[in-house]
């Protein structure tokens, strides 16, 4: 079955270093996101992203944040300057269709500011 | 804006019994989906079961049903003959039906664990 792959699966990094996380949505899905969960909290919402342009996006993304299609197959997370808390597990998501569409989701990338 | 409640936040049951989940959201749209994600410790986040708001027939998905009450704003997972593999963080989620892409909302989720 196909399936949103992320990579890396697990990263440290030190407090004001630039990360990028990287996500391959499945192949036919045109809707992709990005969601957070700081450990024990609940997944947020982040941003999301159609024909190559952000279609919306929360109050947590905000300018040290952005996001990319690179290619036909990546969709990518850059943290501008990551802080202490930006450490959580990052989930990429993606969706044939909206309007209520299933919204599968990757494993996740779990980040370590440090 | 939208909110999703579940007031559960840890639950445990035994192996074959069968375990309700209790979900509630507030919300002012009519038409809209709801979702139940199971999270095991592996936290890779898997969609167990999906509802449209416009129908009335609750969905059902083998072992797994819900009890959507749309008067309630009550949307309950019910598991049926539970399983080891069923221990894990279950979240409900609440999506606006709109044109463009319209986020899942997340209760603050319920901790099941599944006890030989």
């Known amino acids: 079955e196909p399936e949103v792959t992320q990579t890396p699966s697990h990263q440290v990094t030190q407090m004001g270093q630039e990360v990028i996380l990287r996500c391959v949505p499945i192949?036919?899905?045109?809707?992709f996101y990005w969601y957070r969960q700081i450990l024990g909290q609940k997944v947020e919402f982040l941003v999301s992203?159609?024909?190559?342009?952000?279609?919306?996006k929360s109050e947590i993304f905000d300018d040290q944040f952005s996001v990319e299609r690179p290619d036909g197959s990546n969709f990518t997370l850059k943290i501008r300057s990551t802080k202490l808390e930006d450490s959580a597990m990052y989930f990429c998501?993606?969706?044939?269709?909206?309007?209520?569409?299933?919204?599968?989701f990757g494993e996740g990338s779990w980040l370590t500011v440090v | 804006a939208q909110t999703v409640t579940q007031s559960q936040p840890e639950m445990s049951v035994q192996e074959a019994e069968t375990v309700t989940l209790s979900c509630t959201y507030d919300?002012?749209?009519?038409?809209?989906?709801l979702f139940w994600y199971k999270q095991p410790p592996s936290r890779q986040m898997i969609l167990v079961i999906r509802?449209?708001?416009?129908?009335?027939q609750n969905a059902t998905e083998n072992r797994f049903s819900v009890n959507f009450q749309k008067a309630a704003k009550s949307f309950s997972l019910k598991i049926s003959d539970s399983q080891l593999g069923d221990t894990a963080m279950y979240f409900c989620?609440?999506?606006?039906?709109?044109?463009?892409?319209?986020?899942?909302?997340f209760g603050k989720g319920t901790r099941l664990s599944v006890i030989a």
């Open positions: 998501a993606s969706s044939v269709e909206t309007g209520g569409n299933t919204i599968y």
């Open positions: 192949s036919n899905h045109l809707y």
């Open positions: 992203f159609y024909n190559n342009e952000i279609s919306e």
């Open positions: 919300t002012s749209e009519n038409n809209y989906y």
């Open positions: 509802q449209e708001a416009y129908k009335q």
């Open positions: 989620a609440f999506m606006k039906l709109l044109s463009g892409n319209t986020p899942l909302v």
